[in-house]
């Protein structure tokens, strides 16, 4: 065989072998959606900016059955009081105080709006997580020591809180996700693309899982580096949507359609402003037959794309090491707005038909909730708490036993 031909052949052969190895990353999906069969007696929640709030206000709404919360870049609970006015003015700038919410939070507990506590204590919420950076310019450092003082008087005993540090500098990082795989830069330069950081060696996700499972020996070395996107997957988050829908909430523009229905009635408010679709990471051991993993939601930020936060965020990487399934549900997008904070107390109008959430945000101040359900973003029956619980009750259900 000439030379010529000894070469065509070979590459032949190394073109043929990496489109296989291409293909089989690209269906890697096992097709089993969120049935994980994952424990529901370990299953925590973290998020970033508004996923943090979200995330907190589902670890506190179900503390029976959450065990541990993290917190990054995000602002107090309850503290915008359901007005957007409150939310940017005092939640977000801290040009305006606001009191703790503790007594609030246990005032629904004892309505039955949000799980009951024992002894004035949650049942199972015993572990918090809270990041934030002292140069934030979208959530001030106030309102993250507002939500480090809610977390410690309401679960019992105070969070893990990491300030960041000066040898990455990441004690000056802007508003995000710090993570070793981030693509905008640590401190805000006005190219920010994904609020996913790059701070050195500094990851979010490392530290906030070391507080959340300390019964895991940490080892450094466990870190997963090379997570391929192809191993991110999709499931179907409408179906969830729409068996929210079919139990009968309502959203705020229900109250106003019959004088702005041109505007309002879209099919993003319908939906909740959620996306269609929501991603998951199975770390392999945790796809082998039998095998109960922990289970962790993770929740991106206003202006994040929730693919983008779950190939980037961190997460994947440390998910092997802690026996974790990783899920990741989104917000869909909106045409973003500039965000900044005025001199002084700006006027914000509180209407909630006046409140298109268009940087994608979770609701973490109310702008789903109608006239006659204030503050319902705080609790149970909230449209967002209501789709998560079902992505968490659907990963967590018993497989059934192979035929």
Same mark, same amino acid.
């Given at each position: 065989?000439?030379?010529?031909?000894?070469?065509?052949?070979?590459?032949?052969?190394?073109?043929?072998?990496?489109?296989?190895?291409?293909?089989?990353?690209?269906?890697?999906?096992?097709?089993?959606?969120?049935?994980?069969?994952?424990?529901?007696?370990?299953?925590?929640?973290?998020? &970033?900016?508004? @996923?943090?709030?979200?995330?907190?206000?589902?670890?506190?709404?179900?503390?029976?059955? =959450?065990?541990?919360?993290?917190? =990054?870049?995000?602002?107090?609970?309850?503290?915008?009081?359901?007005?957007?006015?409150?939310?940017?003015?005092?939640?977000?700038?801290?040009?305006?105080?606001?009191?703790?919410?503790?007594?609030?939070?246990?005032?629904?507990?004892?309505?039955?709006?949000?799980?009951?506590?024992?002894?004035?204590?949650?049942?199972?919420?015993?572990?918090?997580?809270?990041?934030?950076?002292?140069?934030?310019?979208?959530?001030?450092?106030?309102?993250?020591?507002?939500?480090?003082?809610?977390?410690?008087?309401?679960?019992?005993?105070?969070?893990?809180?990491?300030?960041?540090?000066?040898?990455?500098?990441?004690?000056?990082?802007?508003?995000?996700?710090?993570?070793?795989?981030?693509?905008?830069?640590?401190?805000?330069?006005?190219?920010?693309?994904?609020?996913?950081?790059?701070?050195?060696?500094?990851?979010?996700?490392?530290?906030?899982?070391?507080?959340?499972?300390?019964?895991?020996?940490?080892?450094?070395?466990?870190?997963?580096?090379?997570?391929?996107?192809?191993?991110?997957?999709?499931?179907? !988050?409408?179906? $969830?949507?729409? !068996?929210?829908?079919?139990?009968?909430?309502?959203?705020?523009?229900?109250?106003?359609?019959?004088?702005?229905?041109?505007?309002?009635?879209?099919?993003?408010?319908?939906?909740?402003?959620?996306?269609?679709?929501?991603?998951? /990471?199975?770390?392999?051991?945790?796809?082998?037959?039998?095998?109960?993993?922990?289970?962790?939601?993770?929740?991106?930020?206003?202006?994040?794309?929730?693919?983008?936060?779950?190939?980037?965020?961190?997460?994947?990487?440390?998910?092997?090491?802690?026996?974790?399934?990783?899920?990741?549900?989104?917000?869909?997008?909106?045409?973003? =707005?500039?965000? @900044?904070?005025?001199?002084? &107390?700006?006027?914000?109008?509180? /209407?909630?038909?006046?409140?298109?959430?268009?940087?994608?945000?979770?609701?973490?101040?109310?702008? $789903?909730?109608?006239?006659?359900?204030?503050?319902? /973003? $705080?609790?149970?029956?909230?449209?967002?708490?209501?789709? =998560?619980?079902?992505?968490?009750?659907?990963?967590?259900?018993?497989?059934?036993?192979?035929?």
């Amino acid at each position: 065989m000439d030379v010529r031909r000894r070469i065509v052949l070979r590459l032949a052969a190394y073109f043929t072998a990496a489109f296989v190895v291409a293909s089989s990353v690209a269906h890697a999906d096992d097709g089993l959606g969120l049935k994980r069969g994952g424990s529901n007696d370990n299953v925590t929640i973290s998020g &970033v900016s508004s @996923g943090a709030a979200m995330a907190v206000q589902y670890a506190v709404a179900h503390s029976k059955s =959450i065990v541990g919360v993290g917190a =990054i870049a995000g602002p107090g609970w309850g503290c915008a009081d359901g007005r957007i006015s409150q939310a940017v003015n005092a939640c977000m700038c801290g040009l305006q105080s606001f009191e703790s919410k503790v007594n609030a939070a246990r005032e629904l507990a004892a309505s039955g709006a949000i799980d009951s506590l024992s002894s004035g204590k949650p049942q199972a919420l015993r572990r918090a997580f809270v990041f934030h950076s002292a140069d934030d310019p979208t959530v001030v450092v106030q309102s993250g020591k507002a939500s480090i003082a809610f977390l410690a008087a309401f679960i019992g005993n105070g969070p893990e809180v990491d300030w960041g540090n000066a040898d990455d500098d990441s004690n000056h990082a802007g508003h995000g996700i710090v993570s070793p795989g981030g693509t905008d830069s640590c401190r805000v330069n006005g190219r920010e693309t994904t609020y996913v950081r790059r701070c050195g060696a500094e990851d979010n996700a490392r530290d906030l899982f070391r507080a959340l499972y300390p019964d895991v020996p940490f080892d450094a070395s466990k870190r997963v580096d090379a997570i391929q996107e192809g191993e991110v997957w999709r499931f179907n !988050q409408k179906r $969830l949507i729409e !068996q929210v829908k079919s139990g009968g909430s309502t959203v705020s523009w229900d109250d106003w359609s019959w004088f702005y229905p041109w505007f309002y009635s879209t099919s993003r408010r319908k939906d909740f402003d959620m996306a269609a679709t929501g991603y998951i /990471y199975v770390p392999p051991p945790c796809r082998q037959a039998g095998r109960s993993c922990r289970v962790h939601v993770a929740l991106h930020g206003c202006k994040q794309d929730a693919k983008e936060f779950a190939i980037r965020g961190g997460f994947n990487n440390w998910a092997e090491h802690y026996n974790v399934i990783v899920v990741y549900p989104g917000v869909a997008p909106g045409v973003p =707005i500039a965000e @900044g904070c005025p001199t002084s &107390v700006s006027f914000v109008a509180d /209407y909630a038909w006046l409140e298109p959430n268009p940087n994608g945000c979770w609701d973490w101040w109310g702008y $789903l909730d109608t006239g006659n359900h204030k503050n319902r /973003y $705080l609790t149970k029956a909230a449209p967002h708490m209501q789709v =998560i619980e079902r992505i968490i009750d659907e990963v967590t259900a018993p497989l059934a036993a192979p035929q």
